[in-house]
């Protein structure tokens, strides 16, 4: 006997794609969702006057939110306190000292208090007051001031080490690089977040079309279901086609459960990324869920200026950059301590009130001028630092070159997966017609009694494959424009 024709709409077996024109044809498809998690990410996307989550919002918490890149913006705040701790060793000094010597044959009583202020040039400007009464030993009489005591200034001038580079400017000049370095270690991080976060978004929204899939094969065979189950009740049909088409409502929805459980766990992943005003993760409801949007095929003649774009905008090749500039400080220093160190120091002494001695020998304006000689005769120290140092430059240099090559490899490869995944896209959406027409003309051929429930749930079966891999597809090309956005750098922090 001719089954009992169905009396419902031929479902849309393929993933809905997201176009202005189109509209969702089956409503079965949305009276059976899984019952995720209610958040209010639904009133974030109500300001948006839509109710789906799109990429941009997921991106927008990453950057407003996602933990591990506020542990990463902290970097600046490190790079600024080194940068500050360096600067330190250019603060002014404040020195004081009180030296007595109450008993003993000789009494005396000295108190100094003074000064140093490092010189950006190199050396350092000096001064202070000095006070010193009582007894002195013969030996020690230049311990010994007028009754009001001694000022001193003075200043010390490299000549030859540290004259253009000292282990102070040495260590401020790594400092400011270092935080130049900051910015683009954070963006190399914030790019891998955003693609970690596009990763997920597109895995939760093919889930979320393989669930609707499994909800329309599904459909098709409850649908069969009611009419067979009459036509056996009144003997017009075989008890065993009744049985089958309900072993394929059992099997259809174990399939339904288990893409269920995959669009859970889609959503549970995304979370991670998708962030409320309080930054805590939100699971989004299954309401949410978008469909595909329509793939663009990308140009091949844009290739060149891109590979520029990524070449000046990929954070790795400047935190190499950086890297060098800072090793090239190290060089200058291990440069600077290959010199002999001469060092000239000026000063000028005067006493003031009443004159410790008759022959007043401390009341005259004293100046005085010295030279001070290092030469490490080997030099073996600065040689070694020189040498090390400049492998490591090499090293530098040899690996910024790789990070340029390996950025236009990866330009390459991602227009490559762009356009093999845009023409795979289009070769299964034709499939997907021709096996979603072949599995409708069977339908009809059973209830025309020109064919049998193995055929059509054979068919059926062939729609659902090939929309699945057209999924596939969709979520191929989506996640190679992950991959675009992440090789040319798009992220950036202010």
């Given at each position: ?39 209010s990410i639904a009133a974030s996307a109500a300001e948006k006057d839509q109710s789906k ?313 004293e100046a005085d001028a010295s030279v001070y000689l290092d030469v490490p005769v080997q ?59 072949l599995a409708r003309r069977e339908r009809r051929n059973l209830e025309m009694g020109a ?44």
């Amino acid at each position: 006997m001719r089954p009992e024709p169905v009396m419902r709409p031929e479902p849309i077996v393929a993933p809905n794609v997201d176009d202005e024109s189109e509209k969702q044809s089956d409503g079965k498809v949305d009276d059976k969702k899984p019952n995720l998690p209610e958040s209010s990410i639904a009133a974030s996307a109500a300001e948006k006057d839509q109710s789906k989550i799109d990429l941009d919002a997921v991106i927008d918490s990453v950057y407003l939110s996602y933990p591990l890149l506020e542990a990463a913006v902290q970097q600046r705040t490190i790079a600024f306190g080194e940068q500050m701790q360096a600067l330190g060793e250019f603060d002014l000094k404040v020195t004081a000292a009180s030296e007595n010597q109450p008993t003993g044959f000789y009494e005396t009583y000295r108190q100094r208090a003074g000064f140093v202020q490092p010189r950006y040039e190199g050396g350092n400007f000096f001064g202070g007051y000095r006070i010193g009464r009582g007894n002195f030993e013969p030996w020690y009489k230049e311990r010994e001031t007028n009754e009001a005591g001694e000022f001193r200034a003075g200043v010390a001038i490299p000549l030859a080490r540290d004259r253009r580079i000292d282990e102070r400017r040495a260590a401020l000049w790594r400092a400011n690089t270092g935080r130049q370095l900051a910015d683009p270690d954070i963006n190399a991080q914030l790019i891998g977040f955003v693609q970690e976060a596009s990763y997920a978004y597109w895995n939760w929204v093919a889930a979320g079309e393989k669930y609707r899939i499994a909800q329309g094969i599904l459909g098709l065979a409850e649908d069969r279901t009611e009419g067979f189950r009459r036509q056996t009740e009144q003997g017009l049909l075989d008890p065993p086609v009744l049985t089958d088409n309900l072993r394929l409502v059992a099997d259809r929805k174990a399939a339904l459960a288990a893409a269920e459980q995959k669009l859970r766990l889609s959503a549970v992943k995304l979370s991670l990324y998708l962030r409320g005003p309080d930054g805590r993760p939100l699971v989004p409801d299954d309401k949410m869920l978008p469909k595909f949007p329509p793939p663009t095929p990308i140009e091949y003649e844009a290739m060149p200026s891109d590979i520029s774009v990524a070449i000046n905008q990929r954070p790795e090749i400047a935190v190499l950059e950086f890297m060098r500039q800072q090793l090239e400080i190290d060089f200058a220093q291990a440069s600077n301590e290959f010199q002999p160190s001469i060092d000239a120091v000026l000063g000028a002494t005067q006493d003031i009130g009443r004159r410790a001695s008759r022959s007043n020998d401390k009341g005259e304006f004293e100046a005085d001028a010295s030279v001070y000689l290092d030469v490490p005769v080997q030099r073996r120290k600065a040689r070694g630092k020189m040498q090390a140092t400049q492998g490591k430059i090499t090293q530098v240099s040899a690996k910024l070159r790789l990070t340029e090559d390996k950025v236009v490899a990866d330009v390459q490869a991602v227009y490559a997966a762009l356009v093999a995944a845009y023409e795979q896209v289009e070769q299964m959406r034709q499939s997907v017609e021709f096996a979603e027409d072949l599995a409708r003309r069977e339908r009809r051929n059973l209830e025309m009694g020109a064919s049998d429930l193995l055929i059509v749930a054979l068919r059926e079966q062939f729609a659902v494959e090939a929309a699945a891999k057209l999924v596939d597809a969709l979520l191929i090309y989506y996640l190679a424009q992950a991959d675009y956005r992440a090789a040319l750098a798009e992220d950036q922090l202010p």
